[in-house]
């Protein structure tokens, strides 16, 4: 049995507490926009910051209309530099498109594009995410599994090798919906604060904890939607529940199917009909044969997954019911966890911790500092 004196429980208590905090100020870089042309007003007290070097202070609301060209950024026709960084003070805002963004905004020319980039930190980046992902009204305790989910989604996005030089995440839902400020909500809030820090783990490094709004019913495996075989992340029947995506129905046009084929580079002629040739274990299309007038295409893969979603398709989960008409159910790609699962499960009694247990079987709790120190 390991003992240990009071003084050191103190100084252990007090380097977890450290961890913790050092958490919370842990910073992620979060892409809001790129186009060649942007104007974003900062509210109040801030500094620039030009190619890493202060160059001015201000303390009134400025507009600042930004351009790219040939990598160099410009305000008001003025050539700038490569980067353009600033930092708001006072707890003010920056607003960009309507949106109010707390933290900083950099810039940064890529060639003839202005990338935007939102530099927060963690805690107060999810409290503009979970509002915008999940329902605000939605039983406390699915919010707080949101929570956890999406900060420990986060967490892998800064910590991957493949995050980009210059940001860490989208704003989108290729990544987590992000809106700043007009997401935030009191119970949001609430979920983000009743959880601060804490991550799932598993067999010592931050988890995969990908989400989606409802599994119709049967939960997908990580391997047939990614090719990807993540023992936690596998299919299962998932819980009773309803949500509006229960059952949806789709029409195809064949005109803009073929349209859509011919730009891809796949000319079939007129499109006769559509038939599924294979399912993976939760049956979810995973190959689809398209005939036409002129040759057929089976589509698998990415390419399906990015045809299905260019024509509006809310998942694979579908059956035909008519040369051109898919039957479906469910929304999303359908791994980790149902948000819909997660508020029946919540307003079934189960707390945070549960609902994770069930979606990310094997994985373990913890908090973000204190994970890493024990590594």
Same mark, same amino acid.
């Not at 919370?24 to 790129?34: D, F, G, H, K």
């Not at 307003?347 to 990310?360: G, H, Q, R, S």
């Given at each position: 049995?390991?003992?240990?004196?009071?003084?050191?429980?103190?100084?252990?208590?007090?380097?977890?507490?450290?961890?913790?905090?050092?958490?919370?100020?842990?910073?992620?870089?979060?892409?809001?926009?790129?186009?060649?042309?942007?104007?974003?007003?900062?509210?109040?007290?801030?500094?620039?910051?030009?190619?890493?070097?202060?160059?001015?202070?201000?303390?009134?609301?400025?507009?600042?209309?930004?351009?790219?060209?040939?990598?160099?950024?410009?305000?008001?026709?003025?050539?700038?530099?490569?980067?353009?960084?600033?930092?708001?003070?006072?707890?003010?805002?920056?607003?960009?498109?309507?949106? $109010?963004?707390?933290?900083?905004?950099?810039?940064?020319?890529?060639?003839?594009?202005?990338?935007?980039?939102?530099?927060?930190?963690?805690?107060?980046?999810?409290?503009?995410?979970?509002?915008?992902?999940?329902?605000?009204?939605?039983?406390?305790?699915?919010?707080?599994?949101?929570?956890?989910?999406?900060?420990?989604?986060?967490?892998?996005?800064?910590?991957?090798?493949?995050?980009?030089?210059?940001?860490?995440?989208?704003?989108?839902?290729?990544?987590?919906?992000? %809106?700043?400020?007009?997401?935030?909500?009191?119970?949001?809030?609430?979920?983000?604060?009743?959880? $601060?820090?804490?991550?799932?783990?598993?067999?010592?490094?931050?988890?995969?904890?990908?989400?989606?709004?409802?599994?119709?019913?049967?939960?997908?495996?990580?391997?047939?939607?990614?090719?990807? $075989?993540?023992?936690?992340?596998?299919? %299962?029947?998932?819980?009773?529940?309803?949500?509006?995506?229960?059952?949806?129905?789709?029409?195809?046009?064949?005109?803009?199917?073929?349209?859509?084929?011919?730009?891809?580079?796949?000319?079939?002629?007129?499109? $006769?009909?559509?038939?599924?040739?294979?399912?993976?274990?939760?049956?979810?299309?995973?190959?689809?044969?398209?005939?036409?007038?002129?040759?057929?295409?089976?589509?698998?893969?990415?390419?399906?997954?990015?045809?299905?979603?260019?024509?509006?398709?809310?998942?694979?989960?579908?059956?035909?019911?008519?040369?051109?008409?898919?039957?479906?159910?469910?929304?999303?790609?359908?791994?980790?966890?149902?948000?819909?699962?997660? %508020?029946?499960?919540?307003?079934?009694? %189960?707390?945070?911790?549960?609902?994770?247990?069930?979606?990310?079987?094997?994985?373990?709790?913890?908090?973000?500092?204190?994970?890493?120190?024990?590594?």
């Amino acid at each position: 049995m390991i003992k240990m004196s009071l003084g050191g429980l103190l100084l252990a208590l007090l380097f977890l507490l450290c961890f913790s905090n050092s958490f919370a100020n842990t910073p992620i870089r979060v892409l809001l926009e790129s186009s060649q042309t942007t104007t974003v007003t900062i509210t109040g007290q801030h500094i620039g910051y030009v190619d890493n070097q202060e160059r001015f202070s201000a303390t009134t609301t400025l507009d600042w209309p930004i351009t790219a060209e040939a990598g160099f950024l410009y305000v008001d026709g003025d050539r700038l530099g490569q980067r353009f960084r600033i930092t708001t003070l006072q707890d003010n805002h920056f607003v960009l498109e309507g949106n $109010q963004y707390r933290g900083d905004i950099l810039f940064v020319a890529k060639q003839d594009k202005v990338l935007v980039i939102n530099v927060v930190e963690v805690e107060e980046y999810l409290r503009g995410v979970i509002g915008e992902e999940m329902i605000q009204s939605w039983p406390l305790e699915a919010l707080k599994a949101q929570a956890v989910a999406a900060r420990t989604y986060a967490i892998n996005e800064i910590r991957s090798p493949m995050s980009s030089a210059e940001y860490d995440i989208c704003a989108s839902t290729a990544c987590q919906l992000y %809106k700043g400020v007009a997401a935030e909500h009191e119970s949001t809030d609430r979920a983000v604060m009743q959880t $601060q820090g804490l991550v799932l783990t598993f067999d010592g490094r931050i988890a995969e904890t990908p989400y989606h709004a409802d599994s119709g019913g049967r939960v997908a495996s990580s391997y047939e939607v990614w090719s990807q $075989q993540i023992p936690y992340l596998d299919s %299962k029947v998932d819980i009773s529940y309803t949500s509006p995506f229960a059952n949806w129905q789709h029409n195809f046009d064949a005109a803009k199917v073929a349209a859509h084929l011919t730009k891809q580079g796949y000319v079939v002629g007129d499109i $006769q009909s559509m038939s599924i040739q294979q399912v993976s274990n939760s049956s979810r299309v995973t190959h689809l044969n398209i005939q036409g007038s002129a040759g057929s295409v089976e589509l698998r893969g990415r390419v399906l997954q990015d045809w299905i979603r260019s024509f509006g398709l809310k998942s694979t989960y579908f059956e035909m019911v008519g040369p051109m008409t898919v039957r479906g159910q469910g929304f999303g790609h359908g791994v980790g966890m149902s948000q819909y699962g997660a %508020k029946a499960q919540a307003v079934n009694n %189960k707390d945070f911790k549960a609902i994770l247990a069930f979606y990310y079987p094997q994985t373990t709790m913890e908090l973000y500092g204190a994970a890493l120190a024990s590594r």
